[in-house]
């Protein structure tokens, strides 16, 4: 689990063979799990400055997986004992979006996502969503787009201030709000009714 609050924007040093090679200053233990552009992958080898992660033939059919050269964000999975200043984030990518706008100004920028249509119904304004590996507020929804804004923090302090019109982006929408729509989905008229009944006997 993680927050979607970035550590660091590290460097790719290869992407090959399905093992993907990171330079960074953090530490992991083998088997750990560290988000890497919002994506859970797994540490499976240490060097003298960096760390190796595998990615399943699943995983690069998900991403974007373009992206994972030059540099990432990434993210260490959270301990029991941390601040959750983000919100809950699983690395579980739900689609990609495509770049298609971006508006700045001296206090903020905004960036307009086209989303793919199964997560329209998944986006709820002033709820959140995980672009990248950041945790960020939802804007507005227009369908398709996905508007975020970006305060001058964030987006000098993430690759953001690197991104173009066009670029690929991981999405991941709010666990909540997914699992709430997934069971809503599958809830029949006699569920209805008994979920009517219970609620209204508080």
């Known amino acids: ?24 200053s953090y530490r992991p233990t083998i088997g750990d799990s560290i988000a890497i552009n919002g994506a859970c992958l797994t540490v499976i080898e240490l060097f003298s400055n960096g760390f190796s992660l595998n990615l399943t033939t699943h995983t690069q059919e998900k991403i974007a997986v373009e992206n994972l050269k030059e540099k990432v964000h990434i993210e260490p999975a ?9 919100h809950l984030v699983q690395g579980h990518i739900d689609g ?39 945790s960020l507020t939802i804007s507005d929804f227009q369908a398709p787009y996905l508007i975020l804004t970006l305060i001058p923090h964030t987006f000098t302090q993430t690759l953001f201030h690197t991104y173009k019109v066009g670029r690929r982006l991981n999405i991941e929408s709010d666990m909540i709000v997914r699992s709430i729509a997934k069971l809503m989905g599958k809830m029949q008229k006699g569920d209805w009714e008994r979920f009517d009944r219970l609620t209204l006997g508080y």
């Open 1 to 24: 689990m993680f927050s979607g609050l970035v550590r660091e924007v590290a460097e790719v040093k290869s992407f090959k063979n399905n093992t993907l090679e990171i330079l960074s």
């Open 78 to 86: 959270l301990k029991m004992s941390d601040r959750l200043d983000g």
């Open 96 to 134: 990609i979006a495509i770049l298609s706008e971006i508006e700045k100004s001296s206090s903020q920028t905004r960036f307009f996502l086209k989303l793919p249509p199964h997560l329209h119904h998944l986006m709820v304004v002033d709820g959140s969503v995980c672009v990248d590996g950041i």
